[in-house]
T-cell receptor, first 115, second 110 residues
Framework: GAGVSQTPSNKVTEKGKYVELRCDPISGHTALYWYRQSLGQGPEFLIYFQGTGAADDSGLPNDRFFAVRPEGSVSTLKIQRTERGDSAVYLC?????????????FGPGTRLLVL | GNSVTQMEGPVTLSEEAFLTINCTYTATGYPSLFWYVQYPGEGLQLLLKATKADDKGSNKGFEATYRKETTSFHLEKGSVQVSDSAVYFCALPGYQKVTFGIGTKLQVIP
């Protein structure tokens, strides 16, 4: 079946602009996660959704970052007033129920470059 | 908090060579441990896991043994292939979030 998909695959923007990154989880998965992977680093947790609600947003670096999942399926990560330091690969993952230790299935990521 | 320390790469090996990628962790309690792999142009995939001390996870010829006494989960493969070229991440799952190591890039040359 279809895996996690993310669009766009690449995004180039200018400092100060607003960007939206989209994630389509595996159908039927109630849990959705966003991670950020900077160059030479492992993925770092940003936010976790259980259904429509953000159950844990402790990884969001500041209030320029926001994510939504209005219908409990597709999620959008929104970054306001982008900075060069936001350049990274943004990964989305989903899992069936969100139970602890459940396998998370990752998308290919969106590579964001802020000039 | 939880943390994972993983050997830095890149690691370059000839085909059929033996592979070891070191990983140690810091965590409270008795965590599970994972290895993820990221092939070029693809998303992260769970490679193998171990849920308790002395467990051995294995998949695709890769193995890792959960050693509580040394807080380690080293990844090994007896004979690597060109198709194993990828980035490997040691990972520590938490309640929902996963803590990853920095990743080790493996390049296998024919």
């Amino acid at each position: 079946g279809a895996g996690v998909s993310q669009t766009p695959s690449n995004k180039v923007t200018e400092k100060g602009k607003y960007v939206e990154l989209r994630c389509d989880p595996i159908s039927g998965h109630t849990a959705l996660y966003w991670y950020r992977q900077s160059l030479g680093q492992g993925p770092e947790f940003l936010i976790y959704f259980q259904g429509t609600g953000a159950a844990d947003d402790s990884g969001l670096p500041n209030d320029r970052f926001f994510a939504v999942r209005p219908e409990g399926s597709v999620s959008t990560l929104k970054i306001q007033r982008t900075e060069r330091g936001d350049s990274a690969v943004y990964l989305c993952a989903s899992s069936l129920t969100g139970r602890a230790l459940e396998t998370q299935y990752f998308g290919p990521g969106t590579r964001l470059l802020v000039l | 908090g939880n943390s994972v320390t993983q050997m830095e790469g890149p690691v370059t090996l000839s085909e059929e060579a033996f592979l070891t990628i070191n990983c140690t962790y810091t965590a409270t309690g008795y965590p599970s441990l994972f290895w993820y792999v990221q092939y070029p142009g693809e998303g992260l995939q769970l490679l193998l896991k171990a849920t308790k001390a002395d467990d051995k996870g294995s998949n695709k010829g890769f193995e890792a043994t959960y050693r509580k006494e040394t807080t380690s989960f080293h990844l090994e493969k007896g004979s690597v292939q060109v198709s194993d070229s990828a980035v490997y991440f040691c990972a520590l799952p938490g309640y929902q979030k996963v803590t990853f190591g920095i990743g080790t890039k493996l390049q296998v040359i024919p």
